[in-house]
């Protein structure tokens, strides 16, 4: 091993925002508030995820290619329609694609993520 996963690091226009999107979404705190740098996770000394400002932000469309996923979370949820309720009122929108066990889901500014029962 070289290391140990210290966090996920995400782009977007508004880190404050985004990163409330998925602390509810996740059931996070936010660990550290720097402005353009905005930090949740269960605790300040695990992993977390990191919301960094990007001002030329380009937003996915997936599932056209012309812009790539650049990144996507799995979020595990007990029942996906409820979960579905949730994130939608949250402010994420539903996407193409999806089967049995999962739904495919764009945050507030793009991002790609998906809701599954596995």
Do not use: N
Request: with cysteine; net charge negative; aromatic share 8%.
């Amino acid at each position: 091993m070289i290391g140990t996963w210290h966090g996920l690091i995400i782009d977007c226009p508004d880190p404050k925002s985004l990163s409330s999107f998925y602390r509810e979404m996740l059931g996070m705190v936010e660990v550290q508030d720097d402005g353009d740098w905005v930090v949740i996770g269960i605790s300040a000394d695990q992993p977390g995820i990191a919301f960094q400002q990007a001002e030329a932000y380009m937003p996915s469309t997936w599932p056209d290619p012309t812009v790539p996923q650049q990144m996507h979370l799995d979020v595990k949820v007990g029942d996906l329609d409820e979960g579905e309720r949730q994130v939608l009122a949250l402010g994420a929108r539903r996407l193409p694609g999806g089967g049995e066990t999962f739904r495919v889901y764009a945050d507030p500014v793009g991002h790609p993520f998906c809701l599954v029962t596995m």
